[in-house]
């Protein structure tokens, strides 16, 4: 069972910048296309979404309304996938979750909270 481990959230103001960091207990990618890892959230009242990912092939997939203001990217020897959020806006704010793919299983952190304040 793959576990996976968020760290990088808390309180930030507005347009300031947030990175986001989620280790995983094994090795994920393998370069693979079919494995991935990302970033998905959760503001209250609200459907988890998409925010990125990177699968083994360094391909990356964006919310469309979050490109060119989130960059996902990863450390392999570290088994890190990592969020850099800039210019963050109040609508930003929610619990980031880490998300996991290899093979047909897929895996979740628990979720590190992002708050922004005005």
């Known amino acids: 069972q793959v576990q996976l481990v968020e760290s990088g959230g808390g309180l930030v103001q507005a347009g300031r910048s947030l990175r986001l960091s989620c280790v995983a207990s094994e090795s994920i990618f393998s370069n693979n296309a079919l494995n991935a890892m990302g970033w998905y959230r959760q503001a209250p009242g609200k459907q988890r979404e998409l925010v990125a990912i990177?699968?083994?092939?360094?391909?990356?997939t964006y919310a469309d309304s979050l490109k060119g203001r989130f960059t996902i990217f990863r450390d392999n020897a570290k088994n890190t996938v990592y969020l850099q959020m800039n210019s963050l806006k109040l609508e930003d704010a929610a619990v980031y979750y880490c998300?996991?793919?290899?093979?047909?299983?897929?895996?979740w952190g628990q979720g590190t909270q992002v708050t922004v304040s005005s």
């Open positions: 990177i699968n083994g092939l360094d391909r990356t």
């Open positions: 998300y996991a793919r290899r093979g047909i299983g897929t895996y």
